[in-house]
Every structure is written in structure tokens, then in C-alpha cells.
């Protein structure tokens, strides 16, 4: 069995809620108009609205998916995301290598664009129609995290400041934000290329405003579930781990447990203290 696999055979997981497409013909059939309706539809499902999202990681796991994270020791991959055709439940493994808060916001939604998108492509169709799948889900990406009617109401400077004050507000790299406006033809290709060139000029490409401030979002259901069953009275975590096909340090990694969280032991009980109110006159000094 798989983490997730051995998560749900101990524990309830949440059920799967996940928009699908609603274009006739497949992937190849997509405009962009229906990528933008779909990412509305999303964020409509989710409750959302047109606020920003600023807690990605949570809310794909609340609708089901079981995100994982690992180092993959190379910049060519971001992430990779599946269905699981026999539990159906998607999957999602993010790259830890080189990331920030905004880089993890957009490969989580990216990722979340493959399982809305392309559920069921051959692999035939997966190497034929590579770009275009890609285009697919950065597209959906885009419009998740930035949805156009309100994020174009909230754009009152086209310049690099006015991207940075919009990313502390929408949690989207100015780099991600620029392309976004080029996707809507807010921006023509010289004024977007104007643009990049300021932003490589000021360093941005080794680290944009925030990326050291805001803490990196790690995925949290499968911790919590292997916490809560191998909790007071459940199962040993000597024993979960003889159920995974990995080893310690693996498993450990994938589900962002604390390195030698197998070898420890379960928590101690603690007492809490009752601060209910007395009765008068037996309460506190």
C-alpha cells in the first residue's frame, strides 16, 4: 500500500470534490474561455468567491487530494499530479528544490489544473499534446489565483511596484502576475517585455519582495492522519511503517513528518488544567 492507501485504511479522508470539465471533444476541445469558467467554477465550489487564496495547500486537500512533497534535485520539475483510477482520489507530489510561498501557491494550482483538466489521457496524448497541456494548466493557474474581472479592478499600476503591492495581497510572483496580463492582452509583448527587463534588472529572478518573509506552505493531511492513528490507542508507528513501502526516512520526508518521527514514541498524555468558572467565592486570588 501507498501512503495515502494506508492513511485511509486507518482513517476517514475527505471525500473528493473536484470540478470536471465541461467542454465536449477532451483537452483538445478546451478554449480559454472555458479554462477561465472552469477556475471559476472551482473557486465557486470552494466557497471563495473572488477573494484571494492565500491557503492553496488546505483547500486542495479539504476537497480530497492528498498532496506530498519531496526534494527532486532538479529545476526542470516543479511537480506531478495522477489519479488513483481504483480509490479514485488524485495525487499530487510538489517539489521542495528551490521554492517559495508564490512558486508553491502556483505549482499547487498548476498541478490542481492537470487533475481538473486532463483526468483519463492516454499516454499517447501526454507526449503528443505536451505543450499544449502544459499551456492548459498554467492557464487555469492563472485564472484560479488571479481571477480577471477582480484582480484587473484591483490593478491601478502597471508598473513593478504596483505588481509587488498587488502580490502581498494576491500571494502571485510579479513574474507569474506579468504573464497573467499578457494572457488577458492588458499587456502588449513590448510593454510585457519592458517589464521583465526591469524585473531582471533589479534581481527579482534570484528572489522577489516577501519570498524571504513568508513562510513556505507544506502540505498537512497525511502528518495529521499518521498523528491521529498512532495516537493513545491506536496503532504503533513501528507498525504503520511496516505498511508503507518505504523506509523511515522516505515516508517521513514524502508526508513532512520530522525526520525520526518513526523511531520516537507516542506522545505522553498531558493534564490539562480546568479553568471553568467556580462557584463564588472559590475562584482564583
Not at 498548476?110 to 497541456?133: K, N, P
Not at 502571485?172 to 496580463?181: D, E, F
Not at 480546568?274 to 467565592?281: H, I, N, T, V
Amino acid at each position: 500500500m501507498d501512503l495515502a492507501e494506508v492513511a485511509e485504511h486507518y482513517a476517514y479522508l475527505p471525500d473528493v470534490r473536484i470540478t470536471r470539465p465541461f467542454a465536449v471533444g477532451g483537452h483538445r476541445a478546451l478554449r480559454d474561455e472555458d479554462i477561465e469558467d472552469i477556475a471559476g467554477q472551482v473557486r465557486s465550489d470552494w466557497g471563495v468567491g473572488l477573494k484571494p487564496i492565500v491557503d492553496l495547500l488546505p483547500q486542495m486537500e479539504r476537497s480530497g487530494i492528498v498532496i506530498a512533497a519531496e526534494t527532486m534535485e532538479t529545476v526542470k520539475l516543479d511537480g506531478l499530479s495522477a489519479w488513483d483510477e481504483r480509490s479514485g482520489r488524485p495525487f499530487v507530489l510538489l517539489a521542495n528544490d528551490k521554492q517559495s510561498y508564490a512558486r508553491r501557491q502556483f505549482d499547487a494550482a498548476h498541478e490542481l489544473g492537470h487533475i481538473v483538466l486532463h483526468r483519463g489521457l492516454s499516454e499517447e496524448d501526454l507526449v503528443s499534446d505536451f505543450d499544449m497541456i502544459e499551456d492548459q494548466a498554467h492557464k487555469f493557474a492563472s485564472a484560479l489565483l488571479l481571477p480577471a474581472v477582480q484582480y484587473c479592478l484591483e490593478l491601478t499600476d502597471l508598473s513593478l511596484w504596483g505588481l509587488e503591492r498587488l502580490k502581498s495581497r494576491w500571494r502571485v510572483s510579479i513574474k507569474a502576475q506579468i504573464m497573467r496580463l499578457r494572457q488577458l492582452n492588458i499587456l502588449d509583448r513590448e510593454a510585457a517585455t519592458k517589464l521583465f527587463k526591469g524585473y531582471s534588472a533589479r534581481g527579482y529572478a534570484r528572489g522577489e519582495p516577501y519570498d524571504d518573509v513568508w513562510k513556505l506552505q507544506q502540505p498537512s493531511l497525511l502528518a495529521d492522519t499518521f498523528n491521529a492513528i498512532t495516537g493513545e490507542g491506536g496503532i504503533s508507528r513501528q507498525e504503520l511503517l511496516a505498511n508503507l513501502p518505504f523506509k523511515a526516512h522516505d515516508a517521513e520526508s514524502l508526508a513532512v513528518l520530522p525526520s525520526g518521527w518513526f523511531s520516537r514514541s507516542t506522545g505522553h498524555v498531558v493534564q490539562l488544567r480546568d479553568f471553568r468558572p467556580r462557584e463564588p467565592g472559590h475562584g482564583r486570588p
